[in-house]
Protein backbone atom coordinates (compact mmCIF):
# COMPACT_ATOMS: atom_id res chain seq x y z
CA UNK A 1 0.00 0.00 0.00
CA UNK A 2 2.81 2.08 0.70
CA UNK A 3 4.54 1.78 -2.87
CA UNK A 4 1.46 2.72 -4.35
CA UNK A 5 0.64 5.61 -2.39
CA UNK A 6 3.95 6.68 -3.25
CA UNK A 7 3.60 5.78 -7.13
CA UNK A 8 0.28 7.96 -6.88
CA UNK A 9 2.45 11.22 -5.30
CA UNK A 10 5.10 11.11 -7.29
CA UNK A 11 2.64 10.94 -10.51
CA UNK A 12 0.97 13.99 -9.64
CA UNK A 13 4.15 16.05 -8.48
CA UNK A 14 5.11 15.21 -12.43
CA UNK A 15 2.19 16.80 -13.74
CA UNK A 16 3.56 20.38 -14.07
CA UNK A 17 1.81 23.41 -12.52
CA UNK A 18 2.53 25.40 -16.06
CA UNK A 19 -0.33 27.41 -17.15
CA UNK A 20 -1.46 26.93 -21.11
CA UNK A 21 -1.46 30.34 -22.70
CA UNK A 22 -2.66 30.49 -26.09
CA UNK A 23 -0.46 32.69 -28.28
CA UNK A 24 -2.06 34.46 -31.69
CA UNK A 25 0.47 34.80 -33.79
CA UNK A 26 -0.64 37.24 -36.49
CA UNK A 27 -0.79 36.12 -40.25
CA UNK A 28 -0.71 37.84 -43.54
CA UNK A 29 -3.37 40.04 -44.47
CA UNK A 30 -6.21 38.51 -47.01
CA UNK A 31 -7.52 39.42 -49.91
CA UNK A 32 -10.33 41.88 -50.48
CA UNK A 33 -13.46 40.33 -50.74
CA UNK A 34 -16.42 41.18 -53.29
CA UNK A 35 -18.56 43.88 -52.08
CA UNK A 36 -21.96 44.12 -51.19
CA UNK A 37 -24.67 44.68 -52.74
CA UNK A 38 -26.68 47.51 -51.73
CA UNK A 39 -29.65 47.33 -49.07
CA UNK A 40 -32.94 48.59 -49.66
CA UNK A 41 -34.62 51.23 -47.06
CA UNK A 42 -38.34 50.49 -46.13
CA UNK A 43 -40.92 53.01 -45.37
CA UNK A 44 -43.25 52.58 -42.20
CA UNK A 45 -47.14 54.55 -43.22
CA UNK A 46 -49.78 54.04 -41.10
CA UNK A 47 -52.72 53.08 -42.04
CA UNK A 48 -56.34 54.79 -40.46
CA UNK A 49 -59.78 53.28 -39.59
CA UNK A 50 -61.74 51.68 -42.59
CA UNK A 51 -63.25 48.83 -43.90
CA UNK A 52 -60.60 46.70 -44.58
CA UNK A 53 -58.45 47.77 -41.61
CA UNK A 54 -61.31 48.36 -38.79
CA UNK A 55 -58.66 48.80 -36.42
CA UNK A 56 -56.09 50.59 -38.65
CA UNK A 57 -52.39 49.58 -38.94
CA UNK A 58 -49.41 50.06 -40.83
CA UNK A 59 -48.24 49.48 -44.16
CA UNK A 60 -44.92 48.69 -44.75
CA UNK A 61 -43.14 48.95 -48.07
CA UNK A 62 -39.67 47.96 -48.41
CA UNK A 63 -37.96 48.87 -51.96
CA UNK A 64 -40.90 47.59 -54.69
CA UNK A 65 -42.67 45.14 -52.08
CA UNK A 66 -45.33 46.00 -49.56
CA UNK A 67 -47.05 44.34 -46.66
CA UNK A 68 -49.41 45.23 -44.84
CA UNK A 69 -49.77 45.12 -41.20
CA UNK A 70 -53.61 44.84 -39.70
CA UNK A 71 -54.28 46.30 -36.09
CA UNK A 72 -56.32 43.54 -33.79
CA UNK A 73 -59.35 43.89 -31.47
CA UNK A 74 -58.55 45.57 -28.93
CA UNK A 75 -57.72 43.23 -25.79
CA UNK A 76 -60.29 43.29 -22.25
CA UNK A 77 -58.76 46.03 -20.00
CA UNK A 78 -56.32 44.49 -17.23
CA UNK A 79 -55.96 44.65 -13.68
CA UNK A 80 -53.63 48.10 -13.00
CA UNK A 81 -50.15 46.95 -11.80
CA UNK A 82 -49.46 47.52 -7.83
CA UNK A 83 -48.37 50.76 -7.28
CA UNK A 84 -44.88 51.01 -5.73
CA UNK A 85 -43.19 53.51 -3.95
CA UNK A 86 -41.64 55.02 -7.16
CA UNK A 87 -44.43 54.76 -8.86
CA UNK A 88 -45.36 58.71 -10.78
CA UNK A 89 -48.59 60.05 -8.77
CA UNK A 90 -48.68 63.08 -10.45
CA UNK A 91 -47.11 65.31 -12.91
CA UNK A 92 -46.40 69.00 -11.26
CA UNK A 93 -46.10 71.99 -13.20
CA UNK A 94 -45.00 74.78 -10.39
CA UNK A 95 -46.26 78.15 -11.85
CA UNK A 96 -48.28 76.83 -14.05
CA UNK A 97 -47.86 76.65 -18.00
CA UNK A 98 -45.46 78.83 -19.23
CA UNK A 99 -44.65 78.40 -22.90
CA UNK A 100 -42.93 75.54 -24.65
CA UNK A 101 -39.66 74.41 -22.71
CA UNK A 102 -42.21 74.75 -19.66
CA UNK A 103 -40.51 72.80 -16.86
CA UNK A 104 -42.44 69.97 -14.87
CA UNK A 105 -41.68 68.24 -12.02
CA UNK A 106 -43.04 64.02 -11.23
CA UNK A 107 -44.11 62.90 -7.69
CA UNK A 108 -43.71 59.23 -6.60
CA UNK A 109 -46.19 57.47 -4.39
CA UNK A 110 -43.88 58.11 -1.43
CA UNK A 111 -43.56 61.79 -1.88
CA UNK A 112 -40.73 62.11 -3.46
CA UNK A 113 -40.47 64.58 -6.10
CA UNK A 114 -37.92 64.67 -9.25
CA UNK A 115 -37.00 66.86 -11.42
CA UNK A 116 -34.85 67.08 -14.24
CA UNK A 117 -32.76 69.84 -15.67
CA UNK A 118 -30.21 70.13 -18.60
CA UNK A 119 -27.54 72.53 -20.00
CA UNK A 120 -29.72 73.95 -22.85
CA UNK A 121 -33.37 73.47 -24.43
CA UNK A 122 -32.02 70.77 -26.58
CA UNK A 123 -31.56 68.12 -23.48
CA UNK A 124 -27.45 68.98 -23.12
CA UNK A 125 -26.35 66.80 -20.39
CA UNK A 126 -29.70 66.14 -18.88
CA UNK A 127 -29.66 64.87 -15.55
CA UNK A 128 -32.37 64.23 -12.27
CA UNK A 129 -32.25 65.46 -9.03
CA UNK A 130 -34.33 64.30 -6.05
CA UNK A 131 -35.94 67.96 -4.53
CA UNK A 132 -35.20 68.41 -0.52
CA UNK A 133 -38.52 69.47 1.41
CA UNK A 134 -38.08 72.31 3.31
CA UNK A 135 -35.60 73.92 -0.20
CA UNK A 136 -36.40 76.99 -2.21
CA UNK A 137 -36.38 76.58 -5.82
CA UNK A 138 -35.94 77.79 -9.15
CA UNK A 139 -37.07 76.60 -12.96
CA UNK A 140 -34.36 76.45 -15.34
CA UNK A 141 -36.81 77.14 -18.23
CA UNK A 142 -36.17 81.24 -17.98
CA UNK A 143 -39.64 81.84 -16.70
CA UNK A 144 -38.65 82.69 -13.29
CA UNK A 145 -40.57 80.24 -11.29
CA UNK A 146 -39.83 80.39 -7.86
CA UNK A 147 -41.72 77.81 -5.14
CA UNK A 148 -41.19 75.25 -1.99
CA UNK A 149 -41.33 72.03 -1.27
CA UNK A 150 -42.99 71.33 1.74
CA UNK A 151 -41.74 68.15 4.03
CA UNK A 152 -44.82 66.06 2.89
CA UNK A 153 -43.98 66.38 -0.96
CA UNK A 154 -46.26 69.75 -1.81
CA UNK A 155 -45.14 72.49 -4.15
CA UNK A 156 -46.52 76.24 -2.25
CA UNK A 157 -45.31 79.35 -2.22
CA UNK A 158 -45.28 79.48 -6.23
CA UNK A 159 -44.47 82.72 -7.71
CA UNK A 160 -43.08 84.00 -10.89
Excluded: W
Excluded at 20 to 49: D, F, H, M, W
Excluded at 73 to 94: F, K, L, M, R
Excluded at 139 to 150: K, Q
Amino acid sequence: MKYCLLLFTLMISACGTDNYVEKLIPGPQGERGEAGSNGVGCVVTSVPVDILTPNGGALVTCGSSSVLLVNGEPGEDGQDAPQTPYSIVSVINPCGINGEQDEVLLKFANGTIVSSFSNNAQGAMTRFSILRPGSNYMTTDNTGCYFSVDSAGNIYNEHN
